[in-house]
């Protein structure tokens, strides 16, 4: 999926960033005011992986959070840069991937964590990989934020991922809640796909 997304930032073509714009990123920001409820901005460390462009770690940084965001293909994280000077903010931009994150470049401690595109196009073993990387850096009282196509047939479209497959790569977390996402805005290519936000907290030992 890297080789595509590299592909398709060079020629512009880029829908998923209009997800913000439309119904999904409603819910989104509702789940994230979930986050914040009952407390005062600052409001501690977040970590956006995938995050392309900066639409979220931007999103994120307005309403009080000290971001990061990760992504593997520099001219979305040149764009990133541009779009958070353009709102005045000041999150932390590294080029990595998210299969193989380092704490020595990223940080760690991270109370929440985004995924909104990243886990569900990729292999087992990279899911796998992923939620290892993200269990070292993330607080012991972090959410996890991820967003999934359901799965089906769909050529370049990501394959998407079941509530199962989640869990099983995400060891030591629980599914406290899925949100349905109403994609019926979203373009031809994810006409009829559905997709949910599964908020996720490490499991109780």
């Given at each position: 999926?890297?080789?595509?997304?590299?592909?398709?930032?060079a020629?512009g073509?880029?829908?998923?960033?209009?997800m913000?714009?439309?119904?999904p990123g409603?819910t989104?920001?509702?789940?994230?005011?979930?986050?914040?409820?009952?407390?005062?901005?600052?409001?501690?460390?977040?970590?956006?992986?995938?995050?392309?462009?900066?639409?979220?770690?931007?999103a994120?940084?307005?309403?009080?959070?000290?971001?990061?965001g990760?992504?593997?293909?520099?001219?979305?994280?040149?764009?990133?840069s541009?779009?958070?000077?353009?709102?005045?903010?000041?999150?932390?931009f590294?080029?990595?991937?998210?299969?193989?994150?380092n704490?020595?470049?990223?940080?760690s401690?991270f109370?929440?964590?985004?995924?909104?595109?990243?886990?569900?196009g990729?292999?087992?073993e990279?899911?796998?990989?992923?939620?290892?990387?993200?269990?070292?850096?993330?607080?012991?009282?972090?959410?996890?934020?991820?967003l999934?196509?359901?799965?089906?047939?769909?050529?370049?479209v990501p394959?998407?991922?079941?509530q199962?497959e989640i869990?099983?790569?995400?060891?030591?977390?629980?599914?406290?809640?899925?949100?349905?996402?109403d994609?019926?805005?979203?373009?031809?290519r994810?006409?009829?796909?559905?997709?949910?936000?599964?908020?996720?907290?490490?499991?109780a030992?």
């Amino acid at each position: 999926m890297n080789v595509l997304y590299r592909l398709l930032y060079a020629i512009g073509y880029t829908p998923w960033e209009h997800m913000s714009e439309q119904a999904p990123g409603e819910t989104v920001r509702v789940l994230i005011a979930q986050e914040e409820a009952g407390r005062l901005a600052p409001f501690g460390t977040a970590l956006d992986l995938g995050c392309g462009s900066g639409i979220w770690t931007v999103a994120l940084s307005k309403r009080g959070w000290d971001v990061t965001g990760v992504d593997n293909v520099p001219k979305a994280l040149k764009r990133a840069s541009q779009r958070a000077r353009e709102a005045d903010v000041l999150p932390r931009f590294v080029q990595g991937d998210v299969t193989a994150l380092n704490a020595g470049e990223i940080g760690s401690g991270f109370r929440l964590v985004l995924d909104f595109g990243c886990f569900h196009g990729l292999s087992a073993e990279q899911r796998t990989a992923e939620s290892r990387g993200v269990t070292a850096l993330a607080d012991s009282d972090a959410t996890i934020l991820l967003l999934a196509f359901e799965p089906g047939p769909r050529g370049q479209v990501p394959r998407g991922a079941t509530q199962g497959e989640i869990e099983a790569a995400f060891l030591g977390w629980r599914v406290e809640d899925v949100t349905p996402l109403d994609m019926s805005g979203m373009g031809r290519r994810v006409r009829g796909i559905k997709a949910n936000v599964y908020r996720l907290r490490r499991a109780a030992v």
